[in-house]
């Protein structure tokens, strides 16, 4: 975290609350080459810390491209924070060596990694047919509220499917759903069924789409998730189902 006495004046622009943390976007070589002319700048992400009442279980664990939602612990308490993928600074390296950083706040390893890998994936993240998008129209705004109240220890919502060709109406698309979630949250009672809950629900909802037929829906593991696993299953971003005037 640099904190924002460090940058130029006119870096962030004027809506940038002094509240927001600015979070160092690169790789650990990058950050500490010795050439200025290798690496002249870093990119700087824009936390906004957020109310409880803002917490939206769609925008954790980096399941949406656009907006991600984290906690932190600040000055010893938990706090709410939320980052837009749009508000991202490049600013000159060198002035990580005018001060130090933002001591009042820490972010769990884990969700470092998460900011880290949901960052990246602004650019590689997989496409849906339109088709299939098509077919659960009627079951999306009901997935997302499910998501919302529930979703926030879902680390994937992983589906693998029959073909990812655009399928005439009178074809069918097959589909593996699994809810992947870490190994912690089965060892919580409470957690575990929740999760559970969802793989219900999301089930419940497709299986009323025309042209759709869940082969099997479940609750995995991280830790069971094989490669091979990953190199058949597509992640669905629930952002596929954001309404595009309304985006999550």
Avoid at 10 to 25: D, H, R, Y
Avoid at 117 to 133: L, Q
Avoid at 173 to 200: H, T
């Amino acid at each position: 975290m640099v904190p924002h006495d460090l940058l130029p004046d006119g870096i962030l622009p004027a809506s940038a609350a002094t509240s927001a943390k600015l979070i160092v976007l690169s790789h650990d070589c990058d950050l500490v080459n010795e050439s200025y002319e290798a690496e002249p700048y870093v990119e700087l992400l824009v936390a906004v810390p957020k109310e409880t009442k803002d917490r939206n279980g769609v925008l954790f664990n980096g399941r949406n491209p656009r907006k991600l939602q984290f906690l932190a612990q600040e000055n010893g308490e938990e706090r709410l924070y939320e980052i837009d993928i749009h508000a991202k600074y490049r600013v000159d390296r060198r002035i990580l060596e005018k001060g130090r950083k933002d001591a009042s706040i820490t972010i769990p390893q884990r969700d470092v990694v998460t900011i880290g890998k949901w960052a990246s994936r602004r650019y590689s993240r997989p496409s849906v047919p339109s088709a299939f998008m098509d077919r659960i129209k009627p079951v999306k705004d009901k997935i997302l509220r499910k998501m919302k109240r529930d979703g926030e220890d879902i680390v994937h919502v992983a589906m693998a499917f029959n073909t990812v060709e655009e399928l005439a109406d009178d074809k069918t698309y097959q589909v593996i759903l699994w809810i992947v979630v870490e190994p912690d949250v089965c060892e919580n009672d409470e957690q575990e069924q929740r999760a559970i809950g969802v793989v219900s629900e999301l089930r419940k909802l497709l299986v009323q789409c025309k042209g759709i037929e869940i082969e099997d829906a479940d609750l995995r593991k991280t830790s069971d998730v094989s490669l091979f696993d990953w190199q058949k299953l597509i992640r669905f971003d629930l952002d596929y189902l954001s309404p595009d005037s309304e985006p999550i």
